[in-house]
T-cell receptor, first 113, second 117 residues
Framework: DAKTTQPNSMESNEEEPVHLPCNHS???????IHWYRQLPSQGPEYVIH???SNVNNRMASLAIAEDRKSSTLILHRATLRDAAVYYC??????????????FGTGTRLTVIP | GAVVSQHPSRVICKSGTSVKIECRSL??????MFWYRQFPKQSLMLMAT?????????EQGVEKDKFLINHASLTLSTLTVTSAHPEDSSFYIC?????????????FGDGTRLSIL
């Protein structure tokens, strides 16, 4: 699977939007961009995923660059409960085999009250 | 939504003890489940893929005789850490997918923190 690069940490003020970047310059045409987050002492939680078009759901929005070499996870209004490690993961949508995930180091988001 | 439950959430035991961790898909069937391990301040590392009715597939460097995996039903996979030692102390997390296919979200359990004295 292609590699992703994320900042180690970011800070945000509560109730402000947060933009979490992810670079994936070696992304292939069949790679989907997945985002998960891990709250302290919990298992990861699915956030959102997309291929080419921007995606929105109740948790976040995913903005994908036109060349797909980068993407941004957008939390529209950060709350203290959003403090977590956010992982950007590429998954080949047409690859045979198991649906496991390979986690990088992610971005640790700190939300300041 | 799909729920994956892990039990126990925390285990503290003496060196040499074998510890069994259960992973259940509560409201869906999972032919495949995954086991991860996470050391403090590190990311998750895939240990093995648990396949219902067949042998698990282990990642390179993971001892299959040390970490026994059983997936006897479509809703339950177990990981047994045999003869655990302090270096096995870690956060063990399982996951499962509601549907087949690479774009299906993985649903994770809340993890089991294993501490070997």
């Amino acid at each position: 699977d292609a590699k992703t690069t994320q900042p180690n940490s970011m800070e945000s003020n509560e109730e402000e939007p947060v933009h979490l970047p992810c670079n994936h310059s070696t992304i292939s045409g069949t790679d989907y961009i997945h985002w998960y987050r891990q709250l302290p002492s919990q298992g990861p939680e699915y956030v959102i995923h997309g291929l080419t078009s921007n995606v929105n759901n109740r948790m976040a929005s995913l903005a994908i660059a036109e060349d797909r070499k980068s993407s941004t996870l957008i939390l529209h209004r950060a709350t203290l409960r959003d403090a977590a490690v956010y992982y950007c993961i590429l998954r080949d949508g047409y690859k045979n085999g198991a649906n496991n995930l390979f986690f990088g180091t992610g971005t640790r988001l700190t939300v300041i009250p | 939504g799909a729920v994956v439950s892990q039990h126990p959430s925390r285990v503290i035991c003496k060196s040499g003890t074998s510890v069994k961790i259960e992973c259940r898909s509560l409201d869906f069937q999972a032919t495949t489940m995954f086991w991860y391990r996470q050391f403090p301040k590190q990311s998750l590392m895939l240990m093995a893929t648990s396949n219902e009715g067949s042998k698990a597939t282990y990642e390179q460097g993971v001892e299959k005789d040390k970490f026994l995996i059983n997936h006897a039903s479509l809703t339950l996979s177990t990981l047994t850490v045999t003869s655990a030692h302090p270096e096995d102390s870690s956060f063990y997390i399982c996951s499962a997918s509601l549907l087949q296919g690479y774009n299906q979200p993985q649903h994770f359990g809340d993890g089991t923190r294993l501490s070997i004295l």
